[in-house]
């Protein structure tokens, strides 16, 4: 019994110490963006180390969504591409970028920029959904430092994931770039657009949209650019999906996207709000669709459908219209035999 209490000792200071490095980490991270010089025990020398881009011919990279029914559709995202995820307000378009991050940093260093929320607040979301708790629940296990909590801070401090919320100076779609390159960032995560600085409908909106994509040729770093749509749910019950063309402030994100992600939660506000439907309503390399998945609202996770769920998800279910009965015509009174002579 006292070699085992021991094991869990250690194994107790262990996962203290991840959440220690994780700090660290992160620190160095937002050390580095505000123009500092971080210890070289922070990663610092692996951060400064110069951006080299890669060519078409030994680049293997690929990237999915964490979501198996969708990849399969979707197929593998390649380096360079610039994936627009849209989605109306409160519809999930941080916990998408967040499902999106936890799966590629798995096998691919992630940086996620976090310009709507702070870092702690981005944090604590990514631990719900580790945990499957809502933030409530990660706040209580953070101060009781119960064993859920350790192990998801050191299942998050295993994945290749730098989360930087940079101050409004530092905004500019230049900055961020800058900082990933720094970085070797194989993907970038911003949430979300209208956040970047300078950010106004229109000209200013297409020009950031220009800047940005011609730097995702020049690196072939794939971005995720998470964006509003100006599409909600109308009054009277009747709701709209969203399409490609209801990107708000900026058609470039339309124009220069090699793939658009609608995404829609047909019961959004309501007890049945469990489902989330995405549409790929742009793809260069491969096929458009439409596919659902589970939601849960207290962590802000999608989780995959079955094909059989998917075949019955109520939001696209057809419901056959009650066909009225004919009516079958009265017996004849009239007898057969003279029917037969007639």
Known sequence: ?????????????????????????????????????????DLGGEMRAGY??????DDHRYYSLGLPSVDTMAGDIRPGEFVAIGASTGHGKSALGEHVALDISLRNRVVLFSLEMDRALAEERLLAKLMRVDILGVAAARYTKSDDYLGAVAELQRRDLLLVD???AKRT???????AEAVTADVVIIDYASKIANWDPGKP???????????????????????????PGMPGGKRYRPTVHDFSDSRE????????????RPFHGTRRD??????????RFGREFRAHT??????????????????????????????PERKRPAPSTLDPDLLMEM
């Not at 994100?253 to 829609?264: H, K, S």
């Not at 469990?274 to 793809?283: P, V």
Request: net charge negative.
């Open 1 to 41: 019994m006292a070699a085992d209490h021991d094991f869990m000792g250690e194994l107790h200071e262990q996962m203290l110490a991840d959440e220690d490095a994780y700090a660290r980490r992160h620190k160095a991270a937002q050390t580095l963006f505000n123009g500092g010089d971080p210890d070289a025990d």
């Open 52 to 57: 080299i881009p890669r060519t078409h011919l």
């Open 166 to 168: 940079p101050p409004p």
């Open 173 to 179: 779609i230049r900055d961020l770039t800058r900082h």
């Open 205 to 231: 909106a297409n020009l950031i949209v220009g800047e940005l994509w011609e730097w995702i040729k020049h690196t072939r770093t794939t971005v995720f650019l998470l964006a509003q749509t100006k599409r």
């Open 253 to 264: 994100i339309e124009n220069t996207a090699t793939r658009a992600i609608l995404l829609w």
């Open 274 to 283: 469990t489902i989330a439907e995405l549409t790929l309503g742009k793809n």
């Open 294 to 323: 589970h939601w849960t609202g207290s962590t802000g996770d999608f989780h995959p459908m079955t094909e059989d769920e998917e075949k019955t998800a109520p939001c696209c279910r057809r419901i056959p219209r009650p066909q």
